[in-house]
């Protein structure tokens, strides 16, 4: 009976997280401009998508912007990560904290001071890209810090000095034994800050060109535009983007069930 | 050993955290001294309290202010409220795919906000009609739809590592299923339900776009910070920020003991967890 009450919580929450994303889904393969009314099916939505220029330079400016960015901050936090590990109080105590600011701020105020200083103070040209790719990395290098950070932590250091005893210049040592076991942490750190990137909309919006937009930012303008095509064209980018989430997902969970089981068959066998 | 430290750079390991100790003072702490030296001076780059009285004494702004702490409170009681029960279901019940039926509570996260929300103002559009009838209901609506896989997230990760021994120690000692979850349960998991209220509370202060999206108004603190940048004052703007930094620095200061560093941030668990 509990379970029934709670399996039924559940199921409420789920369809109200989820009946907005299917409705689109549904509306964005009819020709109508409206939910509401269903009058016939049709992929022009998805045809405009892929073939308006305009909506296809945001899509893959989007992509490019999140993956750049998340490789540079992947780089930065991870270095980061692994000095403050080797390194005095201080330097602990002072690297963890300010990582720490862009994590509790308001988007809006990181977005806003960042653009104070860089534009107003620095007077940085926006449309060089180059406020916009900071703003990126204030954004997600603290989070890969964070992720690698509890790595380092549970990683066993005597496996380092090994590497040397054994004659592995240190930065061998480094390469294949310390990176090797912080790697997870590294992998879901930049995933992390991939989401971030395609995600935000503040900082994208204090610091990018005029010309160029990010998903979040066209969106926003196209919902006060008149031009319906556009419209509806965003219900099927919606669409796709919820079935590469559900596919990812998939993915993660059959490799990750894949690791899980293999990790038990060797202790298995170590007992 | 002292060499051994040292890479075919001359660089030991601890260096390697320079060029980030670099970028964070750079581009995290030398905004934040801007964003203090613009509120407290004027164009002509005196020194002056005239935009913190300007804040104060503008009718517009502190209205903004309370609207946007009640819309806050409201939209993070609610988030706790339909986030607990999830979160305890999930963290106690054995599902046969429960990692599952996790998943579908975290996959909102990684699907763009704008979209969801545009999504979510076709569905509120039919139900109510004109969104702007009910601005209040409809900008708690809207952040709840955008910020519950944050609060779930945290409290399930604590919720998760509860030693379950000590709920067997306390019905052992007598105590019925609610005394338990009261004496017990709740009190640890503050952790996670501080980290969660730390995920929603600001952005749902912040965040106009959400609104902005649902019905064209823009009455919540964040819009402020926008206002002054499409006007280019960066002398208001900075106060305002400075404003919304001093909620924060309070905030930390409160719930800095219970902090709990595993369930820290809402966002990163959801990646981090597996």
């Known amino acids: 009976m509990k379970k029934t009450i709670s399996a039924a919580f559940l199921c409420v929450i789920l369809l ?238 059959f490799t990750g069930n894949r690791n899980a089981r293999r990790t038990m068959e060797i202790e298995k066998k170590n007992a | 050993m002292q060499l051994r430290n040292k890479s075919r750079f001359g660089l030991s390991r601890a260096q390697l955290s320079l060029p980030y100790g670099l970028f964070l003072v750079c581009f995290v702490l030398a905004p934040l001294f801007v964003i203090i030296y613009y509120a407290f001076t004027n164009g002509e780059g005196k020194v002056t309290l005239d935009n913190l009285l300007g804040f104060l004494e503008n009718p517009k702004t502190t209205g903004t202010l309370l609207y946007s702490l009640g819309i806050a409170v409201v939209t993070t009681s609610v988030c706790l409220l339909l986030a607990y029960p999830i979160a305890y279901i999930l963290a106690r019940t054995k599902y046969r795919h429960k990692s599952v039926v996790l998943m579908l509570f975290i996959m909102p996260m990684w699907i763009n906000f704008t979209l969801r929300i545009t999504a979510l103002k076709e569905i509120l559009t039919i139900i109510e009609g004109n969104l702007s009838f009910h601005p209040f209901l409809n900008t708690v609506i809207g952040m709840t739809y955008d910020f519950l896989p944050f609060m779930i997230l945290p409290i399930y990760t604590t919720l998760l590592k509860l030693d379950k021994s000590l709920l067997e120690a306390s019905s052992d000692l007598g105590a019925d299923a609610l005394q338990t979850f009261l004496k017990v349960t709740l009190p640890l998991s503050v952790p996670g339900i501080i980290s969660g209220i730390f995920m929603v509370f600001l952005p749902s202060m912040t965040n106009y776009v959400v609104l902005d999206m649902l019905y064209n108004s823009t009455y919540i603190m964040g819009s402020l910070i926008g206002a002054y940048f499409a006007a280019y004052d960066w002398h208001g703007g900075s106060m305002i920020s400075l404003v919304l930094l001093m909620i924060i620095l309070v905030f930390t200061l409160f719930t800095n003991r219970y902090a709990d560093e595993d369930a820290g941030n809402g966002r990163g668990g959801g990646v981090v967890s597996r």
Not at chain 1, 96 to 124: D, H, K, M, R, Y
Not at chain 1, 179 to 184: D, E, L, S, V
Not at chain 1, 188 to 196: I, K, P, R, Y
Request: net charge neutral.
């Open chain 1, 16 to 253: 109200a997280l989820y009946l907005p994303i299917f409705v689109l889904a549904l509306y964005s393969f009819t020709d109508s401009a409206n939910i509401g009314a269903i009058h016939g099916f049709s992929a022009q939505n998805y045809v405009t998508l892929f073939t308006k220029p305009e909506l296809r330079d945001m899509i893959t400016g989007t992509i490019l912007l999140a993956l750049g960015s998340a490789v540079l901050s992947t780089v930065l936090g991870t270095l980061g990560a692994v000095g403050v590990h080797y390194s005095k109080r201080f330097g602990k105590t002072f690297v963890g904290a300010v990582n720490q600011v862009p994590v509790v701020n308001a988007e809006v105020v990181t977005a806003f001071s960042l653009c104070i200083l860089l534009i107003e103070v620095c007077s940085v040209d926006k449309s060089s890209f180059l406020p916009l790719l900071i703003g990126h990395v204030v954004l997600q290098s603290p989070f890969v810090y964070l992720s690698v950070v509890p790595k380092l932590k549970q990683m066993d250091n005597s496996l380092y000095e090994a590497a040397l005893d054994l004659g592995a210049s240190s930065q061998t040592a480094i390469r294949s034994v310390l990176i090797q076991q912080i790697f997870p942490g590294i992998v879901s750190g930049f995933a992390l800050e991939v989401t971030l990137s395609l995600d935000d909309y503040f900082i994208t919006s204090y610091t990018k060109p005029a010309t160029f937009d990010t998903i979040s930012t066209y969106v926003v303008n196209a919902t006060k535009g008149s031009q319906t095509d556009i419209k509806t064209a965003l219900w099927a980018l919606s669409t796709i983007i919820f079935l590469v989430v559900i596919a990812l997902v998939a993915v993660m969970n």
